[in-house]
T-cell receptor, first 117, second 114 residues
């Protein structure tokens, strides 16, 4: 299993450009999410999905769009990049259902480092 | 408004001693808590978790304690090793919250000095 894969690893954009960060997982996980990591802010949830066709907003959704057409893929779109979106982006996946007796760990990809000039 | 807080941005500990990392949360709907470890240029990796029906969970050198009344949890690493030097994130989720989102704290950078 490759786990969670993200492409590209690095990206530089100019303000106003658009791009899509790719995320794929091969563990048949229902739940997928996108986080951004900024110094002193930790990991902040952008958007998440509990299954194909179902997405919802996290803590910092503005400026980002997502869609989930398959279980495996969960791309993150920046429609008009801004310098405030300079960050490291992590995609994660896990099983959707759990009880208080089961583990619920998320598996993270290696990250995409994005710079917006 | 941060729902998961880690008030110590950094911690330095001598090799062989105990490392204690603290985490506080504000949302009483959280019922599952996790710790993740992150090395530079890598994604976070799961370390240990605890559900609200327990007050302690151990896995080798790592123990997590949960105090629900104080909305506080801590991660103990004994003995600390240089390879434990990393950023540690506390995270929380709740089955009754919307779609069981996982919310992370800002992280604590641990340095274990040989």
């Amino acid at each position: 299993n490759a786990g969670v894969t993200q492409t590209p690893k690095f990206q530089v954009l100019k303000t106003g450009q658009s791009m899509t960060l790719q995320c794929a997982q091969d563990m048949n996980h229902e739940y997928m999410s996108w986080y951004r990591q900024d110094p002193g802010m930790g990991l902040r949830l952008i958007h998440y999905s509990v299954g194909a066709g179902i997405t919802d907003q996290g803590e910092v959704p503005n400026g980002y769009n997502v869609s989930r057409s398959t279980t495996e893929d969960f791309p993150l779109r920046l429609l008009s990049a801004a310098p405030s979106q300079t960050s490291v982006y992590f995609c994660a996946s896990r099983r959707a259902t759990r009880t208080l007796y089961s583990e619920n760990e998320q598996f993270f990809g290696p990250g995409t480092r994005l710079t917006v000039l | 408004d941060q729902q998961v807080k880690q008030n110590s941005p950094s911690l330095s500990v001598q090799e062989g001693r105990i490392s204690i990392l603290n985490c506080d949360y504000t949302n009483s709907m959280f019922d599952y808590f996790l710790w993740y470890k992150k090395y530079p240029a890598e994604g976070p990796t799961f370390l240990i978790s605890i559900s609200s029906i327990k007050d302690k969970n151990e896995d080798g050198r790592f123990t997590v304690f949960l105090n629900k009344s104080a909305k506080h949890l801590s991660l103990h690493i004994v003995p600390s090793q240089p390879g434990d030097s990393a950023v540690y994130f506390c995270a929380a989720s709740g089955r009754k919250t919307s779609y069981d989102k996982v919310i992370f704290g800002p992280g604590t950078s641990l340095s274990v000095i040989p």
